[in-house]
């Protein structure tokens, strides 16, 4: 089992930055791979960013690419979201989730956090 928690969600400004993190317990961090997703009302969740489990390879959504940024550090355990020149079609809430493959399919990630809310106001 892997627990994950996620935090720094809140209201911003369009044009400013925000920093998600995620914190892991449970498992070996570095055995997966790690992602980030999110979920706006009345919509399917949607893949964001995900990194390998070394934080060797990172793959994005096309519309986050040169805005988000996706980092760990396997030595804390936890997982984060750099988020810039927010927009508000980012508004969603966001989960982090841990598979064993790097991947952008919701389907294949076996465990998930709470979520946090991130609020992009025009």
């Known amino acids: 089992q892997v627990q994950l928690i996620e935090s720094g969600g809140g209201l911003v400004e369009a044009g400013n930055s925000l920093r998600l993190s995620c914190a892991a317990s449970?498992?070996?961090?570095?055995?997966?791979?790690m992602g980030w997703f999110r979920q706006a009302p009345g919509k399917e969740r949607e893949f964001v960013a995900a990194i390998s489990g070394l934080g060797a390879t990172t793959i994005y959504r096309d519309s986050v690419k040169g805005r988000f940024n996706i980092s760990r550090d396997n030595a804390k355990d936890t997982l984060y979201l750099q988020m810039g020149s927010l927009k508000p079609e980012d508004t969603a809430v966001y989960y982090c989730?841990?598979?064993?493959?790097?991947?952008?399919?919701?389907?294949?990630?076996?465990?998930w956090g709470q979520g946090t809310q991130v609020t992009v106001s025009s």
């Open positions: 989730a841990a598979s064993r493959y790097l991947e952008d399919n919701p389907t294949k990630y076996d465990y």
């Open positions: 449970g498992r070996i961090f570095s055995y997966y791979a």
